[in-house]
């Protein structure tokens, strides 16, 4: 690989020591574009000019030392989110927590070791450029939505409301994932089901089924492993972007002003009735019925009871163990015919 390869992430070795700059580079420059500065005032010139996927910091420099530079770029919207590892001597604890809370992303001492540094500078570069991709994939969701936002009231009006924006975001999910559409109609009878049987107005049952279609719909635009696997078997970067899909749910349909109550279900389907849920740790009838209604619909879809990988007995002893807490125990009841058949 030419080290002139656009694609490579550029590395920033900041210290005023050539023999630590050489050692840096040698290690590094068959896999990363590294670009070296001798002092703090140089470091962010480089920063500023073209901006660098990671900076390898050293603290103790004459003049501007490290904490002054980090400081200083935490504080430029252009080049706070640059991962910062400071390579020092220091070891005292109290410098370790300063770098920290600067927002300093690791922290290696001097001498350096090999092994260490390249294993602390791939793991920083991924999860920089995961953040990034995710950062623009929310960036161009949310130019889309506004852009599109008219055009998606003028289809609803045209043709026959909530059923057309149910349809054509149903086609969406099954193009990305045919388990995520499958999943939301199933989600859909069981909500509609449950409120049915407390004597809801139609037009709120209807909402109610609406909002449990399209519940997922913040994980369009996820990355496939995302949507194909559990939580825990997740990244710590895919597992922030899986918690951030009831908000961009909630985001796409608060563009149309008649669904902003669809949308807050939305947003809130993944609280829990103790408050230990997300995005909002909300608890209790803090959390919408709609959402308080598909948590438990979700539950017992996951559960596989819906393929019959559950069976009738195993999915209501699951139930009763998170009554009041998950699950509003006032609403497993409405449940109960669905699951029994």
């Known amino acids: ?110 001498p350096i070791n090999p092994i260490k540094l390249l294993a602390r500078v791939k793991t920083h570069t991924a999860l920089s450029r995961a953040r990034m991709e995710l950062q623009e994939w929310n960036n161009n969701l949310k130019r889309k939505v506004i852009n599109h936002a008219g055009l998606i009231r003028e289809k609803i009006a045209e043709l026959g409301g909530a059923a057309s924006l149910i349809a054509a975001f149903s086609c969406q999910l099954e193009l990305m994932d045919a388990g995520l559409s499958n999943h939301a109609h199933r989600i859909a009878k069981l909500v509609g089901e449950a409120a049915s049987r407390m004597s809801l107005e139609a037009k709120t049952v209807r909402d109610l089924k609406l909002a449990a279609q399209l519940h997922d719909v913040g994980k369009l635009g996820l990355a496939e492993r995302c949507v194909q696997r559990r939580p825990e078997e997740m990244s ?52 919408p019925l709609g959402a308080r209604l598909i948590c438990i619909a979700d539950y017992i879809d996951h559960t596989g009871y819906s393929q019959g990988k559950a069976s009738e007995g195993e999915v209501q002893r699951k139930l009763a163990l998170g009554s009041g807490k998950l699950f509003d125990p006032e609403l497993i009841r409405y449940f109960s015919q669905s699951v029994t058949g």
Request: aromatic share 6%; with cysteine.
């Open 236 to 287: 710590a970067v895919e597992q922030q972007a899986y918690r951030d899909h009831p908000e961009r749910g909630q985001f796409i349909l608060s563009r149309i002003e008649s669904l902003t109550h669809v949308a807050l279900m939305i947003r809130h389907h993944h609280e829990a009735y103790n408050g230990s849920g997300f995005p909002d740790g909300l608890k209790g009838e803090e959390i």
């Open 1 to 110: 690989m030419s080290t002139s390869d656009p694609e490579r992430p550029t590395i920033l070795a900041v210290d005023d020591s050539a023999d630590t700059l050489a050692v840096i580079t040698g290690l590094l420059k068959d896999l990363y574009k590294v670009k070296v500065a001798k002092t703090g005032e140089a470091a962010l010139a480089m920063a500023a000019a073209e901006v660098p996927s990671l900076i390898l910091l050293d603290i103790l420099m004459p003049g501007m030392d490290g904490f002054e530079v980090c400081t200083r770029l935490k504080a430029d919207p252009a080049t706070r989110e640059i991962p910062v590892i400071f390579l020092t001597a220091k070891t005292e604890n109290e410098d370790e927590e300063k770098g920290f809370e600067l927002g300093a992303a690791d922290y290696l001492t001097k």
